[in-house]
């Protein structure tokens, strides 16, 4: 059923017919006017069915009537016609910039909260991406048919856990219009899941079967994130619309429409705190509105706005207005949802931390960060990337930056090797207050899975800041050996009645001091299982 929105169309069809009676624009009389007006009808239905194939909201073709038949009354007179055009360049950039100002400010989503909440948010582990979006789209393609391809991805947290999960569909949508497949990468361990489907509603499919259209002819709104997930065993697609208000020039967070595979529907509100999904609320939206509502701040106790945040003449600069970074964290929330995580950096200073922002099913919630000194992640990622070594048949890359809370902020940032496929290739650990303060590990295979290996890096920083994790070895050496296994050089202790092996990737420096030591000699390790991962006397 169309929303009744769509009776926003009738003026647009109503310009198109009263052309033909312009009379600057047809100079012909008789008959031939009604000829014409029939024309300019077909014409603009044409032209409303081309905005609709876009999913342009109508309220914004009213708009574009509205020009139009101003156009059309200033054809009158070349100078109304001059006089229009200037007024039109001028109106519309005004236009968009005070939407951004009345959304804000009629319609405020944000919470202020206390920065020392953050700590909790940030000490999961989950949230860190070890397989890229490459490294699994390359793991997804592995389980493609030869007459299938992928339409749609999203990195999600399902059931407490994150996926990046990819919608396949038949490659002849036409002849076979469903989702065949939903396949689920795990971020960390690279493990792929493949469910078989036959959703008839979802991305990348053939006119109403397409998730996107469908919605948006359901409630002739602008339409955000589109993405598929998992609930249990049942495959769902979930399609996010947001309502025009204040004639179309605010919008705001609408409802989340959910698709189950036979096409039926269910509608959820947005932040409705709904657990049956991963995220009730549009992430897509969300970049947008962030950005307005930081930009346009002008004190947070209470919370307030300025139409001119930058100051301009005798007005002066607002001095909490912010920019939002173009980079988005996920956070596997405590209850199973996903957290999207927003930074609001100065203007005058890009590489520093102004505040955080992080959305759940609840609502968007602003910690003021500044006193904290957290750097941004990519000024971190740059400068991790600007330690990387060059290799043969390729390219290190730093992407990915996630940060966590152990007894203080940490950037975590997987390396990845770009050769002719994408791999893991380390991770730096970098202080976000003092990013100078940094250490980078070489991923190997001896570690075993990503996640042993990640597990070692934590232990190793943990036991460096005095907070062991990893298990105290303590004793006179018995026996040393070295041996090389699979290309890798390993180095073996024997302290008391067990065995220890080592391998370069726990550091340089304490690699070095494992091979000075000699049977005989005292030594203190840090232990994970039979592994060293640090040194602590010796």
């Not at 017919?17 to 300019?40: D, E, N, T």
């Not at 505040?355 to 602003?366: H, M, Q």
């Not at 202080?431 to 190997?444: D, E, L």
């Not at 290309?487 to 092996?501: E, H, K, P, Q, R």
Request: charged letters at 15%.
């Amino acid at each position: 059923m169309l929303s009744s929105s769509w009776l926003s169309l009738v003026p647009l069809l109503l310009v198109g017919f009263s052309a033909g009676f312009q009379k600057p624009l047809l100079r012909i009389k008789g008959g031939f006017r009604l000829k014409f007006s029939l024309l300019g009808l077909i014409l603009t239905v044409l032209l409303a069915t081309a905005f609709i194939l876009v999913s342009i909201p109508p309220i914004y073709l009213s708009w574009i009537s509205l020009f139009a038949y101003i156009f059309l009354l200033s054809l009158r007179d070349l100078k109304l016609t001059a006089a229009f055009i200037v007024a039109i360049t001028l109106f519309i950039p005004a236009l968009f910039y005070l939407g951004g100002y009345i959304t804000v400010s009629s319609y405020n989503i944000i919470r202020v909260a206390d920065p020392e909440e953050l700590k909790g948010v940030f000490r999961s582990r989950e949230s860190v991406v070890l397989v890229g979006h490459a490294m699994a789209e390359v793991l997804a393609k592995t389980r493609l048919t030869p007459n299938e391809k992928i339409v749609d991805w999203e990195e999600i947290a399902i059931n407490g856990t994150p996926y990046w999960i990819f919608a396949v569909t038949p490659a002849n949508t036409i002849a076979q219009n469903y989702v065949s497949k939903l396949i689920l990468v795990h971020v960390q361990t690279g493990e792929v899941l493949v469910k078989e489907v036959h959703m008839t509603v979802g991305s990348g499919l053939w006119w109403t079967n397409n998730v996107r259209w469908r919605t948006y002819l359901l409630t002739a709104q602008p339409i955000g994130n589109v993405y598929p997930f998992v609930l249990g065993e049942e495959p769902y697609f979930a399609a996010c619309s947001n309502k025009p208000i204040n004639l179309g020039l605010s919008i705001i967070p609408g409802d989340v429409y959910v698709y189950r595979s036979d096409g039926s529907l269910r509608v959820v509100q947005q932040f409705s705190e709904d657990r049956s999904l991963p995220e009730d609320y549009d992430w897509d939206y969300l970049d947008g509105y962030i950005k307005d509502w930081l930009y346009f701040l002008a004190e947070t106790n209470p919370v307030s706005f300025t139409i001119i945040p930058r100051g301009f003449l005798w007005i002066p600069a607002s001095q909490h207005s912010q920019d939002l970074l173009n980079m988005t964290l996920l956070i596997p929330g405590k209850e199973g949802g996903t957290l999207r995580v927003y930074f609001g950096i100065s203007p005058a200073n890009p590489n520093s931390i102004v505040s955080i922002l992080i959305a759940n099913n609840t609502g968007v919630y602003y910690y003021d960060v500044k006193r904290i000194g957290i750097y941004s992640p990519h000024y971190v990622q740059s400068l991790v990337q600007s330690k990387l070594p060059a290799i043969s048949g390729g390219r290190l890359y730093a992407k990915y930056a996630q940060l966590v809370y152990i007894d203080g902020y940490l950037w975590i940032v997987p390396i990845y090797a770009l050769t002719s496929v994408t791999t893991l290739w380390g991770v730096a650990v970098v202080n976000a207050t003092s990013p100078q303060q940094m250490q980078i590990y070489q991923y190997s295979p001896s570690y075993g899975a990503y996640t042993d290996f990640l597990r070692a890096v934590f232990s190793i920083k943990l036991s460096s800041q005095g907070n062991m994790t990893c298990r105290i070895v303590e004793g006179i050496i018995s026996q040393r050996m070295e041996f090389v296994y699979r290309g890798d050089t390993y180095l073996a202790l024997t302290v008391g009645n067990s065995t220890y092996y080592a391998t370069p990737d726990i550091g340089l420096r304490d690699f070095l001091k494992l091979l000075a030591v000699r049977t005989g000699d005292y030594i203190k390790l840090c232990v994970s299982d039979d592994r060293i991962v640090h040194v602590m006397e010796g």
